[in-house]
């Protein structure tokens, strides 16, 4: 079945240092993929998306690139913030079919020292 | 305007006892979803109304899970006989419409603890 596989954390990082959190998938057809991310005490949101092969999502410094031949979806950004400590959650929504149910990776949890 | 709420917040119940969790989408948002995220983690999906109607209910781990949306709002998950791998937070998520691609909006969650 289609399923998420991302890197396990702890990520540590010090303020304003590259960030690349790696994450692959497994489906059929062209899911739909998405990083959400769950900041300490608050429900999880969208970060950004993509919806097809080659798309760039982007959003509040971040990008992740749609890589079908590679099957990734790697988030990155070049100068992290303090405020970007949480944790972050990778997930596709599958191509077609009845539901469009979000399936996730188990999360990478970030923590950026100043 | 007003986000996906939930409640209770966090609930704790004993073994065999029967417990609902609501969750009120944003207000328009045809598509609903439960999901389940087990300490460590990702979210788990549950079950996906569309409507009034469970389009897919695949994720519902067994026969003690039921969910309902009757009215096309408002939507209970219900648990019966619960057990302790039950403790979980139960997130619902709603969309505008059900298109793959489209933003689901999460709650903040019920935390449900079976002693």
């Known amino acids: 079945g289609d399923s998420v596989t991302q890197m396990e954390g702890p990520v540590t990082l010090s303020e304003e240092a590259f960030l690349t959190i790696n994450c692959t998938y497994t489906?059929?057809?062209?899911?739909?993929l998405f990083w959400y991310v769950q900041y300490p005490g608050e429900g999880l949101q969208l970060l950004l998306k993509a919806t097809k092969a080659d798309d760039k999502g982007s959003n509040k410094g971040f990008e992740a690139t749609y890589r079908k031949e590679t099957t990734s979806f790697h988030l990155e950004k070049g100068s992290v913030q303090v405020s970007d400590s949480a944790v972050y959650f990778c997930?596709?929504?599958?191509?077609?079919?009845?539901?469009?149910?979000?399936?996730f990776g188990t999360g990478t949890l970030l923590a950026v020292q100043p | 305007g007003a986000g996906v709420s939930q409640t209770p917040s966090n609930k704790v119940t004993e073994k065999g006892k029967y417990v609902e969790l609501r969750c009120d989408p944003i207000?328009?948002?045809?598509?609903l979803y439960w999901y389940r995220q087990s300490l460590g983690q990702g979210p788990e999906f549950l079950i996906y109304f569309q409507g009034t109607g469970a389009a897919d209910d695949s994720g519902l781990p067994n026969d003690r899970f039921f969910a309902v949306r009757p009215e096309g709002s408002v939507s209970t998950l219900k648990i019966q006989r619960t057990e302790r791998g039950d403790s979980a937070v139960y997130l619902c998520?709603?969309?505008?419409?059900?298109?793959?691609?489209?933003?689901?909006?999460f709650g903040p969650g019920t935390r449900l603890t079976v002693l």
């Open positions: 489906a059929t057809g062209y899911p739909s």
């Open positions: 998520a709603s969309s505008f419409s059900s298109g793959g691609s489209d933003e689901q909006f």
């Open positions: 997930a596709l929504s599958p191509h077609g079919g009845a539901t469009n149910k979000l399936i």
């Open positions: 207000s328009g948002h045809t598509a």
